[in-house]
């Protein structure tokens, strides 16, 4: 396999296509899963008709199946690139970054997930994503990348790498205290605290968003820009309608609390 510049083009384009396209049909309506489901009848349905029951999974078995293939597709572009590549350094740094997301992601997120069942429709959705992004950014890294020998010394990967780090530790910090809300067997919905939910509704959003800006800057790529962008239009939205659900929800929601950027939106 060789690097196909107008292959890494057009994922790319795509991905960016797909958020925008997310972001137009998702920015009034939530996806229907987590907190969001059932879903609210749409304009013009009676409130009592119900959408068709859908086959689910349970939660940790669907984030893990979901995570896997973003984790192990560019696992084995690596593996089968021949000759292997282990340099430069800053190429298996980079890779490190993103495999080492999805790694945490997939086999420790996954096992600590408490929540509803997973639609399948959702999961089946996810599992396509994580094969097709796994794939622009691990073929992108392993055979298309270049970058000097002294790369992990240039501004860019090192303020790209502590955002990403920040952004990280954010996400799981984040991700720890929604766990702590509940009691093993819990499925109700309570008001985050604690961490950078004192400033917004979506931290663990919020974080995840900064992961992915810092690895764009770190690999100085377009497929990596691409999904960050692509990440602030898919996950952007679902914390601001987190936040409109906890305003809703709970009439001591904190009303100085905003839904995705602190003291900004």
């Known amino acids: 396999m060789h690097c196909l510049p107008s292959l890494v083009m057009a994922l790319s384009a795509l991905l960016v296509a797909l958020g925008?396209?997310?972001?137009?049909?998702?920015?009034?309506?939530?996806?229907?899963?987590?907190?969001h489901e059932p879903c609210q009848p749409k304009e013009g349905k009676h409130p009592a008709a119900r959408a068709p029951r859908r086959a689910h999974l349970p939660t940790r078995c669907a984030w893990f199946l979901?995570?896997?293939?973003?984790?192990?597709?560019?696992v084995l572009l690596l593996a089968l690139r021949n000759p292997p590549r282990f340099a430069p350094l800053g190429c298996r740094l980079l890779g490190s970054m993103?495999?080492?997301?999805?790694?945490?992601?997939?086999?420790?997120?996954?096992?600590?997930?408490?929540?509803?069942?997973?639609?399948?429709?959702?999961?089946?959705?996810g599992v396509l994503f994580c094969i097709y992004n796994g794939f622009l950014q691990g073929y992108y890294m392993v055979y298309c990348a270049e970058y000097p020998d002294d790369w992990c010394k240039d501004i860019r990967f090192m303020s790209g790498l502590l955002l990403f780090l920040f952004g990280m530790g954010v996400n799981i910090h984040s991700d720890f205290l929604l766990r702590q809300l509940r009691k093993p067997?819990?499925?109700?919905?309570?008001?985050?605290?604690?961490?950078?939910?004192?400033?917004?509704?979506?931290?663990?959003?919020?974080?995840?968003?900064?992961?992915?800006?810092?690895?764009?800057?770190?690999?100085?790529?377009?497929?990596?820009?691409a999904f960050a962008f692509f990440t602030l239009c898919f996950i952007g939205p679902r914390a601001y309608h987190h936040h409109r659900y906890y305003l809703k929800k709970f009439t001591g929601y904190p009303r100085s609390r905003k839904a995705l950027i602190p003291f900004i939106f």
Not at 20 to 35: D, E, I, N, R, T
Not at 113 to 124: A, D, Q, S
């Open 66 to 74: 979901q995570e896997l293939p973003a984790f192990l597709v560019p």
């Open 98 to 125: 993103f495999c080492g997301h999805y790694f945490h992601r997939t086999f420790i997120y996954s096992f600590f997930r408490r929540g509803r069942p997973f639609p399948l429709k959702i999961l089946f959705f």
């Open 185 to 225: 067997g819990e499925f109700t919905y309570k008001i985050p605290q604690g961490g950078l939910f004192a400033y917004v509704s979506g931290a663990n959003f919020f974080g995840e968003i900064l992961e992915w800006f810092g690895y764009a800057i770190a690999t100085w790529s377009l497929p990596a820009l």
């Open 20 to 35: 925008v396209l997310h972001l137009w049909l998702f920015h009034h309506q939530p996806s229907c899963y987590g907190k």
